[in-house]
């Protein structure tokens, strides 16, 4: 049976983790890899941070939680000397309020100091310099089993990834099969997309990506005609501005540096008996009542085959405090923390 998209997945993750970039040439970035993120009308399968170690480094004071476009506008901003929030930040284009209250919840995560200034007015001044982390964004759209009908939905999709240039690189995984010319289907992807064929133990550059423009404004296909006789209607579009596609770049590394790739256990059962990581150094779930992988549309809670783990596991400590489960999850949370 061909290994699920999901599993997959998980092991292209890995490998980027571990030796990305694909080129073989040493790196000079921190690495962080993180799983199924994007925007609002686009989520793509895997996410590579080239980060500046030193940035990383500095950024690791915000704390391990994700900073949100409010709490972004605030600590990026935030002076160094006492002052009134609104003379100190630049205008948001929405009200306000909301940026009071994100004063407020940033004080309240030791983001910046608040206080009470004249006529009751909020002050604040940062307690640390937001740095400068990320160099580069690479997206990876997971395809094992890439034929003709995906290969066509896949290069729309690209097509829209390169126009914007919302990410540094878009590349496609699918697995190797071996032949002369892996069956990825040039023809159906744009030339800017890069390809990497999968194998059991490496994995190899069918094609280079080409860098996108990320500092120019970007076209944002809203609607384009199907390409057949019937079809006569106009393409609709609109532009991204430079400025939207930065802050909404680094919202994005802001959600990959919390989440990671590991965090696919959060919405699995790992306090079912059977749930198993066979290798912690790749996680992948294994079920002992299957016999086999499995997903995450598979391990949840609805499954025939899950047995809880008794209560005197997770209360007494048994043999580990909180249970099996809780230690698997732990393990991969300090995993995703030691990446960081």
């Not at 919302?166 to 289907?185: F, H, Q, S, Y």
């Not at 159906?188 to 064929?197: D, K, M, S, T, Y």
């Not at 423009?213 to 006789?229: F, M, W």
């Not at 680094?250 to 590991?262: D, F, P, V």
Request: proline share 7%.
């Amino acid at each position: 049976m061909d290994e699920p998209e999901f599993l997959f997945e998980l092991r292209v993750c890995r490998w980027a983790e571990q030796y990305w970039p694909p080129d073989g040439e040493r790196r000079d970035s921190a690495v962080l890899v993180a799983r199924q993120l994007g925007t609002r009308g686009r989520r793509w399968d895997t996410i590579v941070l080239e980060c500046d170690p030193d940035g990383l480094d500095a950024r690791a004071v915000f704390g391990e939680e994700r900073l949100d476009s409010d709490l972004l506008h605030v600590v990026q901003h935030a002076p160094a000397s006492w002052a009134w929030y609104r003379d100190a930040l630049p205008d948001p284009g929405y009200p306000w309020r909301y940026v009071r209250e994100a004063v407020h919840e940033a004080a309240d995560r030791g983001l910046v100091e608040t206080r009470d200034g004249t006529n009751g007015r909020i002050e604040l001044r940062r307690k640390y310099r937001y740095p400068e982390w990320v160099r580069r964004i690479i997206a990876i759209e997971n395809k094992p089993d890439l034929d003709a009908s995906a290969a066509r939905v896949l290069g729309d999709q690209l097509e829209r990834d390169v126009a914007l240039g919302l990410a540094d690189e878009v590349w496609v995984a699918t697995r190797a099969t071996g032949a002369d010319v892996e069956p990825a289907l040039y023809e159906r992807l744009p030339v800017e997309a890069g390809i990497l064929a999968v194998g059991d133990d490496s994995v190899d550059v069918a094609w280079n990506a080409t860098s996108l423009a990320v500092d120019a404004p970007g076209t944002r296909i809203l609607e384009r005609p199907s390409g057949n006789e019937h079809d006569q209607s106009a393409a609709r579009f609109e532009y991204a501005d430079p400025a939207w596609k930065a802050d909404k770049r680094l919202q994005i590394a802001e959600r990959a540096y919390e989440r990671g790739w590991r965090s696919f256990v959060d919405t699995m059962r790992p306090d079912c008996r059977h749930f198993e990581l066979r290798d912690p150094d790749l996680p992948l779930p294994y079920c002992a009542a299957k016999g086999r992988h499995v997903t995450a549309g598979e391990c949840r809670h609805a499954c025939s085959e899950r047995s809880p783990e008794p209560p005197a596991w997770r209360t007494n400590g048994w043999p580990i405090e909180g249970g099996p489960g809780a230690a698997l999850k732990r393990l991969l949370a300090d995993q995703r923390a030691s990446r960081r």
